[in-house]
């Protein structure tokens, strides 16, 4: 009888690790090219993979070659002519000290430039399939709720609830050397990096 509970005992501490183990999926904290907590309303650069490939997220007017004209969207630059701006990331609840994989959250730029423009990152959809990102978003607007998620080495970002087998990602342009977020439901991911300072 003893050996018997002894039995049920184990199967149920392994029951019950397995279930916590499945429930904590894609809630680990989300790490810095520092190894530090990425936190919410902190500024961070982003970077494209490391930054060796000297690849940064900036603001920028596509239709304008001055680069103090009204930014429209979040650009992908390569060897940037302009500065790359910081993003924060906004979570729901002000209780959360560290930004985890998959939490729903928002994309703005530090200091919005006074061009009526938000610096929420939102989603424009152009099919059902793909859609581009502007600056035009809100805090309460779905249409700028994005998640972070973990690949093999660095993060990626997911647009919309995330859900299911396919989640929409954000990805690149196939344009050189200033590459548009574009969001793709099947295909194409951007590996990104995180940054504090500019390295």
């Not at 690849?55 to 500065?83: E, H, L, Y």
Request: proline letters at 7%; aromatic letters at 12%; one cysteine or more.
């Amino acid at each position: 009888m003893k050996t018997f509970r002894m039995i049920m005992i184990s199967f149920l501490l392994v029951a019950i690790t397995t279930t916590c183990r499945v429930v904590g999926e894609g809630n680990d904290v989300v790490y810095d090219g520092e190894g530090e907590p990425v936190k919410p309303n902190v500024p961070y650069y982003i970077s494209f993979m490391t930054s060796d490939y000297n690849m940064w997220i900036c603001r920028k007017n596509m239709g304008s070659s001055d680069p103090k004209s009204c930014p429209q969207q979040p650009v992908m630059f390569t060897n940037p002519s302009i500065a790359p701006t910081p993003v924060m990331f906004i979570l729901p609840s002000k209780s959360d000290t560290v930004v985890r994989e998959s939490a729903k959250l928002k994309i703005k730029f530090v200091n919005p430039r006074h061009c009526g423009e938000s610096g929420f990152w939102r989603v424009v959809q152009k099919t059902n399939l793909e859609g581009e990102v502007v600056l035009n978003g809100s805090k309460s607007s779905n249409d700028s709720t994005f998640s972070i998620h973990k690949t093999n080495e660095y993060y990626k970002f997911t647009y919309g609830d995330g859900d299911g087998d396919y989640p929409t990602t954000i990805s690149l342009s196939n344009e050189y050397p200033i590459y548009r977020l574009l969001s793709k439901k099947y295909s194409g991911e951007m590996e990104i990096y995180f940054y504090r300072t500019m390295p």
